[in-house]
Each structure stands twice: as C-alpha cells, then as structure tokens.
C-alpha cells in the first residue's frame, strides 16, 4: 500500500475526542502450547496411572462420598493410593455443620493419605454479595453520570449469585482449590515437565441440563498452564441416584445427616440452585443463618433467588412449625431406605458400628 493511500485510509477513520474516555481491550488469557486440546484417554485406569496427582473434591455430599469411594477403589486396585488428595473447600457458615469435618472422616475411612482444606480469601457469601452490590451500584451511579442522568435512581444489577451468574462456584471453590494444585505442582518441581493432575468432581448428568452437557473426560485448559495440565474426570457422571446410594453402601463411609432430614443437596444450606423443600428444611434447621440471609437481602434490595425471598422461606418454615412442630429427626438410613430399601440400608448401619464403631 502507498503512503497516499495510507493517508488516505487514515483521514476517513473516526478519531476519539481528546478527552473521551479510552475503552479497554479484553483480555485474552492464551493458554500454554504445551496443554493438550483433548485428553489422550477416557479409560480410568489410564487417567489415573498417567496422573501425577489424583485430586478428589469432596463437599461431603453423597455424589462426593459415592465418588471418593469409587476413586479410592480403583486407586488402591492399581496400587496408586498414594497419588490420591482429598481437598474440602470450607464454605464458612454457609454450609451445613459438621461438613467439613465429615469430608474428613470420610476420606480418612476410605484410606486416604492426605486431606486438604482450602479457603476463599474475602469473607463468606454474605461478605461477598454485599461487597458485590456496593461494586455494582457504584458502576451504575457512574455510568448514569456519563448518560447525564440523576445517579441516585440507578439500578445495580443483581448481586446474589444465579444459576446464569454462578460467581460463587469459582470465587469459593475453584479458585481456592486451584491455588492447592499450584503447592501440589511445586511439590513436584523436580520432575521438570508439566505436572499432571486428574481432578475428579461428582458432577452427574442427572442433575441438570447443564450437566447432562458435560463430558465424563476433557482438559481443564483454564486450570492448565505450562507448570501444570489439569484433566477432569467426573467418574460418575452417568449415575443414576439409586447406584449413587448403593455405592454409598457398599463404602460404609457415614453421609450426612441433613441427607434423612429431607434435603436433595449438601453444602450451601441456602443454595440458590437448590429446591425449595431443601431451603425451607434449611431455614428449619438452621434459623439464624436464615435471618443472616433475610438481613443481606435488606443491604441490597433483592431477594436471595429470584422470584422467592429469604423472608418467605422463613415465612413457609415458620408455618410448618406451627402445624408440624419442631423439625424433627427421621431415624439414621432414612434417605438411603428410601433408595435402595431397608434390608440393605440394615447392613450399612451395621457394617458401620461393627468397623467403625458409629452409631446408628
């Protein structure tokens, strides 16, 4: 191209204002040649004997629990146990009592050499969804200024967590866990190539649409980078809930008792993807950390999930109190017996008492 054609191309091109406001490209994170597209392997055998490292998140639920022990299993089969972490990303008050200390017992019971706990840096949920809208309104209040609008009637954009803006998931727990991998990787600098970590998560098809999307095996390229390739297996992606229970059974690994109070998920108390029995159980069992919640509403003008506030659940748990009574507790097995029947449920009490010495 000639220089008057350059001149000429340059002079039809619109020019910011000498004041306005450069807008910032996006950042384009690239990831490392050297991390492969698609995983070598589906087997499981070959995921975990090419690992480095077997990371099993465990949030003490029973797709945790049921996938730990068929992990465990397979590792100690191929005499690979000493590969195994078990990592707990502590929720703080969110999460139902006694969970991370059961994710320990579980991983302790089911051989596990090493049990890791990782934390969010920043506060809890609540913490962080009123730091949330104090960023998002003040965002709004000044885009309405560039518009040359009244600041004050600015809306912010909502500051819970959703199932389209699931910001805790990574905020809480990806991220904590990922700074794990980043010790794990220098643990084993010596080796000097890429680390390799298979991280297993109990996500199933038969959760959610989403879900059903996911692939049983694919690199993590997110997590991957020139130190570290991170492959994800979800072992139990196909399970139906019945075969989840049964291989809770047959691991005699204890499940958590808000499992027989009535809840379909663990973890978060108050999920905002859980439910509405689950929250309301939660707000039964759990008052006060309910009125914490009801409180962060006020603080940011919006209801904890959409189309359904805080208050109401206390509202519909406060009315089953009044006709029901106080949440009572269904005998230990409750959940399981409804899965897979009594008579097996029977012989995973027992089999409990006889090994471990747990009460029924």
């Known amino acids: 191209m000639t220089c008057d054609a350059l001149f000429a191309l340059s002079e039809v091109q619109p020019r910011p204002a000498p004041d306005a406001p450069v807008e910032p490209k996006p950042k384009r994170r690239s990831v490392h040649p050297s991390v492969p597209a698609l995983p070598w392997t589906t087997c499981p055998d070959e995921l975990v004997t090419d690992a480095d490292w077997v990371v099993v998140s465990s949030s003490g639920g029973q797709d945790s629990q049921a996938m730990l022990w068929t992990?465990?299993?397979?590792?100690?089969a191929l005499g690979m146990l000493h590969k195994v972490v078990v990592v707990h990303a502590d929720l703080g008050r969110i999460e139902w009592a006694g969970t991370r200390e059961l994710a320990e017992r579980q991983a302790y019971l089911a051989g596990v050499p090493r049990f890791e706990v990782v934390r969010a840096s920043g506060g809890d949920l609540l913490e962080r969804v009123e730091t949330r809208y104090r960023k998002l309104k003040a965002k709004a209040e000044r885009e309405a200024l560039e518009r040359g609008e009244d600041p004050t009637t600015a809306k912010a954009a909502p500051a819970w967590p959703s199932s389209s803006a699931r910001w805790?998931?990574?905020d809480a727990k990806r991220g904590p866990i990922h700074t794990l991998y980043t010790r794990l990787v220098a643990e084993l600098a010596h080796l000097g190539r890429p680390v390799r970590i298979l991280e297993c998560?109990?996500?199933?098809a038969a959760e959610s649409k989403q879900r059903a999307k996911l692939a049983a095996v694919e690199i993590n390229r997110g997590a991957s980078n020139g130190k570290r390739h991170v492959t994800t297996?979800?072992?139990?992606?196909?399970w139906s809930d019945r075969r989840v229970w049964l291989e809770i059974s047959r691991s005699r690994l204890p499940y958590h008792p808000a499992y027989d109070w009535g809840?379909?998920?663990l973890s978060c108390v108050f999920c905002v993807l859980g439910c509405v029995s689950d929250l309301v159980n939660g707000a039964r069992h759990v008052p006060e950390l309910a009125a914490a919640y009801a409180r962060t509403e006020v603080a940011v003008g919006?209801?904890?999930k959409h189309g359904l506030s805080m208050r109401e659940i206390i509202r519909r748990a406060a009315a089953l109190e009044a006709s029901e009574g106080p949440a009572a507790r269904p005998p230990v097995g409750t959940a399981m017996a409804a899965h897979i029947g009594r008579a097996r449920?029977?012989?995973y009490l027992a089999r409990q008492i006889t090994l471990y010495?747990?009460?029924a």
């Open 357 to 359: 010495g747990l009460a």
């Open 263 to 265: 809840n379909r998920r």
């Open 233 to 238: 297996w979800r072992p139990i992606h196909a």
């Open 71 to 76: 992990v465990v299993q397979r590792a100690r």
């Open 168 to 170: 805790c998931t990574p």
């Open 345 to 347: 449920t029977s012989k």
């Open 302 to 304: 919006a209801d904890f």
């Open 201 to 204: 998560i109990g996500q199933r």
